[in-house]
């Protein structure tokens, strides 16, 4: 039994404990999770750092500098980073310690790599959970890494205070290589790689997605000059202090104009939803209900009816 006060002081092994208590699929482990979750209570709050970008753009390289230099300052940060699963084994290579080694040795980092278990949008299901566990374990910065690029902005930005898109330079049509609506949710835009012969080229890119990012409708979250975009380089460490101030400044402007808490409330509900939402599908996957859907299943795919006429006949059996 992993005790809440074990969390609470801050004792590394039992939080990986935890976060494999809250990520495991058992109805049992399930109800321990919960009751952990409660116990642990809501007091501490850590600044929660959404980071999301391409495969090759530096992830990680970007992750261990800008984490040891916020070690270096006494920082205490967590690193809850998301594994793409096999669709076919459902196996993860979970290899972030590997890349980030500096940084996993680092007394005040703690890196847990997790699979996304074919979680649309990368983040895996539980990873709101771990950082709440992470937050109650006392650490002051919580990096979300999430996997690619696309519908998981959507999913990482409903748990993170702030949200970082991480590009590289020389990418061809910058523009058209990330959806507008990846942009629109982005707080900083980094173009990392910004140094050697790569930095002309990160100069242009930086100044493509600034002049973009002024076209697009301001939102009530920002003060002016943001979101923005900026040149950071994770090789040299440059960028990464002027990155850290602008988050900490843009913190502190939406917990002055009441962003921040609103912010976080609209979130604990989406999940809630979530929740709900999870636990139906759970549920039509339990018998009886598996049966009936496999039974529609085969006259679907035997074209005996149409998907449409078989799904009301299903939300019908539900009373719905």
């Known amino acids: 039994m992993i005790s809440a006060d074990s969390i ?5 092994r039992a939080l990986a404990r935890a976060i494999t208590l809250v990520e495991s699929a058992r109805a049992d482990h399930r109800a321990e999770a919960l009751a952990l979750l409660a116990a642990i209570g809501r007091d501490r709050q850590a600044l929660r750092i959404g980071l999301s970008g391409t495969p090759g753009v530096g992830k990680s390289t970007f992750i ?7 070690t270096a300052q006494g920082k205490r940060v967590a690193v809850l980073a998301v594994d793409p699963s096999s669709a ?21 980092a703690f890196i847990r790599p997790s699979p996304s278990q074919a979680q649309m949008g990368g983040v895996a299901r539980r990873t709101r959970e771990a950082v709440a566990l992470c937050e109650a374990a006392g650490f002051d910065v919580v990096l979300i890494e999430t996997v690619g690029v696309g519908q998981s902005e959507t999913m990482v930005s409903e748990m993170c205070d702030l ?10 049509d910058e523009l058209q290589g990330v959806k507008r609506g990846i942009m629109e949710m982005a707080d900083l835009i980094l173009v990392n790689k910004a140094d050697g012969d790569l930095k002309p080229a990160a100069t242009r890119t930086c100044g493509d997605y600034a002049g973009a990012l002024r076209l697009l409708r301001r939102r009530p979250q920002d003060p002016e000059g943001f ?12 960028g990464m ?22 912010r ?12 709900v939402r999870q636990g139906l599908l759970a549920a039509l996957l ?22 449409e006429l078989a799904a009301a006949e299903m939300l019908g059996l539900l009373g719905r």
């Open 8 to 12: 609470r002081a801050g004792d590394r």
């Open 64 to 70: 261990e500098a800008f984490g040891k230099m916020l």
């Open 88 to 108: 076919r084994s459902g196996g993860s290579i979970l290899g972030d310690k590997t890349r980030m080694e500096l940084l996993s040795r680092d007394p005040l």
């Open 163 to 172: 949200f970082l898109l991480l590009l590289a330079p020389a990418g061809g």
């Open 227 to 238: 979101p923005k975009a900026m040149m950071v380089s994770a090789v040299e460490q440059t």
């Open 241 to 262: 202090a002027e990155a850290w101030a602008d988050m900490l400044a843009l913190a502190a402007w939406r917990r002055g104009a009441g962003h921040w808490e609103g």
């Open 264 to 275: 976080r409330a609209a979130q604990a509900r989406h999940w809630f939803e979530e929740e």
């Open 286 to 307: 339990r018998e009886p209900a598996r049966g009936i859907m496999e039974r529609l299943g085969v006259q679907v795919a035997a074209g005996q009816t149409t998907p």
